[in-house]
């Protein structure tokens, strides 16, 4: 039953070929089995058999719900009514919130069982989970790499079987290069079309919550329950949410696909040609695909590097010892109590950025630094806008190469920043993108990203739900996966 999919687990609930508490039981079985991945920082075991046995009360009854006894995962930067929340940092160990994140509430009212609260890069800053307070979360497909960040320990979780989908969040890749790492499939939402009411801030101009599964289908699936307008979030779009699961039966044919040259000439031989292979498969099933320009995406890492750390900066003020969270012993006064909470709380990939952010925001440099960042991401902006002009969805690669070693990076920020080179354009235009897996190199996966035009994740659910109908890299698990608890 693990090696189900999100779609079969709720028509095989459904039917009755198991039920809810048999489900959530053997998933708890092999959370425990693969411990050692460390892909969660709390779980909550005893609630999810809870509302195991629930859904199946209800479900006898008659009473139906659209995920309901299905168990999924939380990345650990949604707030959870009375289980802890950590965002992976020193300084939320001992936080819990006193109400639900809007995503959570939204899949708990679907029927969704919460088995617990997925590994992540401390306050989502970081590209392979090695920033994270409670340790690195190891790749299923090789125990010795990453598995990408921030969500790494959603990804990792899907990608061996512990859940069938898990939320994530995405401010500059975070969803998109660990579902690349991993082999499944994520997407970043459309910039307001998921709530970010209870889900930790990093940059709040960037951040964006989307779903993590192994097919589009099991994505546009989850998305729908996940998405809405939320009056407690200014940001959220006050649009209904489209039916993302009809239009995947839709064939491609007539969709005119751009294929960006800026991205592909940064690529390595073996990377360009998996990505051309990507085309010709889109372009067999009836997409046209042609070469596109997108000038300016060269500048999305330094403008992302300005604009990120500065709203960071801005973010994490509120963790001051005070209110919430880790206090440092015996403060001698008030001062001191900030400066070291502060210092001892926080890891040193978050302070890095916080001051970069703050020297960013600070008097004489604000118009040299942050104000020029801002005024390149409209040009970024600018570029995709004439991009969807021409074409229906963008082709581009998710990551420049496979996952990389642990700690490979972990000592040169510059190497780690360029791993997000490809993912975070779309997040400072605000555009939905996706990741799907694409093939595999040196028996590690590939992913391949599509990015639409604003509020077109059906279309590009439907693009990777065709592909993925004729090609089987989305099916393939890593080793540990097919262990059986």
């Known amino acids: 039953m693990l090696e189900r999919s999100l779609r079969q687990q709720i028509d095989d609930l459904r039917k009755g070929e198991y039920s809810a508490v048999e489900l959530t039981t053997?998933?708890?079985?092999?959370?425990?089995?693969?411990?050692?991945?460390?892909?969660?920082?709390?779980?909550?075991?005893?609630?999810?058999?809870?509302?195991?046995?629930?859904?199946?009360?209800?479900?006898?009854?008659?009473?139906?719900?659209?995920?309901?006894?299905?168990?999924?995962?939380?990345?650990?930067?949604?707030?959870?009514?009375?289980?802890?929340?950590?965002?992976?940092?020193?300084?939320?160990?001992?936080?819990?919130?006193?109400?639900?994140?809007?995503?959570?509430?939204?899949?708990?009212?679907?029927?969704?069982?919460?088995?617990?609260?997925?590994?992540?890069?401390?306050?989502?800053?970081?590209?392979?989970?090695?920033?994270?307070?409670?340790?690195?979360?190891?790749?299923?497909?090789?125990?010795?790499?990453?598995?990408?960040?921030?969500?790494?320990?959603?990804a990792a979780a899907v990608a061996t079987g512990l859940c069938s989908a898990a939320t994530g969040t995405d401010t500059g890749g975070s969803i998109r290069q660990p579902a690349a790492f991993c082999g499944i499939t994520g997407l970043k939402p459309t910039y307001g079309r998921v709530s970010r009411w209870g889900m930790i801030a990093y940059a709040s101009s960037l951040d964006q919550a989307g779903p993590l599964a192994r097919s589009?289908?099991?994505?546009?699936?989850?998305?729908?329950?996940?998405?809405?307008?939320?009056?407690?979030?200014?940001?959220?779009?006050?649009?209904?949410?489209?039916?993302?699961?009809?239009?995947?039966?839709e064939p491609i044919g007539g969709l005119k696909i751009g294929l960006c040259q800026e991205f592909m000439a940064s690529l390595d031989t073996e990377m360009a040609s998996i990505l051309s292979e990507v085309a010709r498969e889109l372009e067999q099933q009836g997409a046209s695909i042609q070469d596109l320009s997108l000038p300016n995406a060269t500048l999305a890492i330094p403008a992302y590097y300005?604009?990120?750390?500065?709203?960071?900066?801005?973010?994490?003020?509120?963790?001051?010892?005070?209110?919430?969270?880790?206090?440092?012993?015996?403060?001698?006064?008030?001062?001191?109590?900030?400066?070291?909470?502060?210092?001892?709380?926080?890891?040193?990939?978050?302070?890095?950025?916080?001051?970069?952010?703050?020297?960013?925001?600070s008097a004489g440099y604000y118009d040299a630094y942050y104000k020029k960042a801002q005024q390149v991401r409209r040009l970024i902006k600018n570029d995709f806008e004439t991009a969807f002009n021409q074409v229906d969805v963008l082709l581009a690669p998710t990551t420049p190469g496979t996952a990389f070693r642990l700690g490979e990076k972990a000592g040169d920020p510059r190497a780690m920043y360029q791993q997000d080179i490809f993912t975070t354009a779309s997040n400072l235009a605000g555009l939905p993108a996706l990741s799907m897996p694409a093939g595999q190199l040196t028996e590690l996966p590939i992913g391949a990203q599509l990015i639409g035009n604003y509020f077109e994740e059906a279309t590009l659910l439907r693009v990777a739900h065709q592909y993925q109908q004729t090609t089987a890299w989305h099916q393939a698990r890593p080793p540990l996966a097919s262990e059986t608890p």
């Open 216 to 249: 589009a289908e099991d994505c546009a699936l989850l998305l729908g329950y996940m998405a809405g307008p939320d009056p407690r979030d200014s940001t959220s779009a006050a649009r209904r949410v489209d039916d993302y699961m009809t239009p995947l039966k």
């Open 306 to 361: 300005i604009i990120a750390p500065a709203e960071c900066s801005s973010n994490l003020s509120r963790y001051d010892g005070v209110r919430f969270g880790y206090r440092c012993p015996d403060p001698v006064n008030l001062e001191d109590l900030y400066k070291r909470s502060r210092s001892e709380g926080f890891g040193t990939e978050v302070k890095n950025r916080i001051m970069v952010g703050t020297f960013a925001l």
């Open 26 to 154: 053997a998933c708890f079985q092999k959370l425990h089995q693969h411990k050692a991945l460390n892909c969660f920082i709390t779980l909550t075991e005893d609630q999810a058999m809870q509302a195991a046995r629930q859904a199946d009360v209800q479900r006898a009854r008659g009473e139906v719900k659209p995920l309901q006894g299905v168990p999924i995962a939380h990345k650990d930067i949604f707030c959870t009514a009375g289980v802890r929340t950590t965002a992976g940092s020193r300084i939320l160990d001992n936080f819990i919130a006193p109400y639900d994140a809007t995503v959570v509430s939204n899949l708990a009212s679907a029927g969704a069982v919460m088995l617990g609260k997925t590994n992540m890069d401390e306050f989502a800053m970081g590209s392979s989970n090695e920033t994270s307070y409670y340790g690195k979360v190891l790749n299923p497909w090789n125990t010795e790499y990453v598995p990408g960040g921030s969500s790494g320990g959603s």
